[in-house]
């Protein structure tokens, strides 16, 4: 672990301005959800982004959501197949290997890349 203190103190950024009346209830409930669940909260705020819960979500490699919103279909999809490419480049290409490191039954691994073309 690193010693805190030898951060230099112009990169901790300002306190967070305190929330009006307004603000989302989701949003000011996110911190003790993060407690709860380890999870970010996506809920999107008018307010201004906190840059601490901001690095929270792109540590956890979670990106804030756009602000037209987005496909969680198409984004699912996408999330499964980089798993997948990623678990059949570990495995060397062996499937039943790849299908243990995904959990999931050979039979149903064999579906997925037949489905998403990766053959």
Avoid: C
């Amino acid at each position: 672990l690193r010693d805190i203190s030898l951060l230099p103190l112009d990169d901790i950024p300002p306190p967070a301005p305190q929330r009006s009346a307004g603000a989302s209830a989701a949003r000011e409930a996110a911190p003790a959800q993060w407690v709860e669940t380890g999870q970010p909260s996506l809920f999107a705020s008018n307010d201004e982004v906190n840059p601490v819960e901001q690095a929270v979500l792109l540590a956890q490699g979670i990106q804030p959501l756009p602000e037209e919103g987005l496909s969680l279909k198409d984004h699912l999809v996408n999330i499964e197949r980089g798993l997948i490419q990623q678990a059949l480049e570990r495995a060397k290409g062996n499937v039943s290997q790849t299908a243990k490191l995904l959990q999931l039954q050979r039979t149903t691994l064999i579906e997925k890349i037949n489905k998403y073309g990766m053959r």
